[in-house]
């Protein structure tokens, strides 16, 4: 198989979130690989950016307008997106917020925001690409976790983000074991700190999370491409309910 292992060459990818960050450096690299790829996000002007960015690399883009907390959204994209390229063989459910308080005093509307963006949107966005890759008997699914669905982050104060990405993990390892007979396999990815427009306002946190992190520095979204494009690809078949953890060494202190 040697390289061909990794390639993507005419599969159909949505990537939640995937106007900027994380999700625009993956839908790139799933373009270099060969991969389709329609961006789902709530910013249009920055998903229209990026699939000009995708259409230069000779593949199919499409912008998908979704709110991933809504379900009607969701499922709409997912037939969009089925329409247009004729098939879905990756979905990754990427989208995800913060907010910073602690925990006595976070109010129960920041508690569910974080809650519904980054847990329940990834079941919505897991449960409309499952129901078409169950009919097809293949596909993978691909969620963004967080290395804080394992540690707590300090100093900075996320009670509400670490439940979220726990609960993506663990929801990842349910679908997997449901769905492996149908050979759709569900994984995640646990990234540790990343330079992305998510943390712009924790700057004052960036020297302490440095010194923390093994590897001396934190990381860009291009460091986890080699792991996305892993799960997404044959290379990964036997894989599945797996949290692919890429953090510089973070967790291992
Ligand atoms: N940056 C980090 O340090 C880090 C570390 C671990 C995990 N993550 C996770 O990686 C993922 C991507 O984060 P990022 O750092 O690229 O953040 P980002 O803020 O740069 O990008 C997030 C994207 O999600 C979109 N989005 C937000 N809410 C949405 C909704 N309800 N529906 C559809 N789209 C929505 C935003 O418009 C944006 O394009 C998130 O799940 C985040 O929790 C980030």
């Known amino acids: 198989m ?30 270099d690989f060969g991969a389709n790829v329609a961006i789902v996000d709530l910013d249009m002007e920055k998903a229209e950016q990026t699939c000009s960015e995708l259409r230069e690399k000779g593949v199919k883009a499409l912008a998908v307008k979704t709110d991933v907390t809504n379900p009607g959204q969701v499922d709409d994209m997912v037939r969009t997106v089925v329409g247009e390229f004729g098939g879905l063989d990756i979905a990754v459910n990427n989208a995800g917020i913060a907010n910073l308080n602690n925990a006595e005093d976070i109010s129960y509307e920041d508690w569910l925001q974080v809650i519904d963006v980054n847990l329940n949107g990834v079941f919505l966005t897991a449960r409309a690409a499952g129901k078409v890759m169950l009919q097809q008997k293949s596909g993978s699914i691909i969620s963004t976790a967080s290395m804080s669905s394992s540690i707590i982050n300090v100093p ?78 044959d290379a990964s078949q036997w894989t599945t309910g797996s949290d692919l953890v890429v953090d510089g060494g973070y967790t291992c202190l």
């Open 2 to 31: 040697g390289i061909k292992l990794f390639d993507l060459t005419g599969k159909n990818a949505f990537i939640t979130g995937g106007a900027q960050g994380i999700g625009k450096a993956i839908a790139l690299a799933y373009a």
């Open 156 to 233: 900075q104060k996320i009670a509400n983000y670490c439940a979220s990405k726990a609960g993506v993990k663990h929801l990842t390892k349910a679908l997997a074991v449901e769905w492996a007979p149908h050979n759709v396999r569900v994984n995640c990815i646990s990234p540790g700190y990343i330079g992305t427009e998510l943390v712009a306002s924790m700057t004052d946190y960036l020297p302490g999370w440095t010194e923390k992190t093994p590897m001396g520095r934190i990381g860009s979204p291009e460091d986890l491409i080699g792991a996305y494009v892993y799960l997404a690809s």
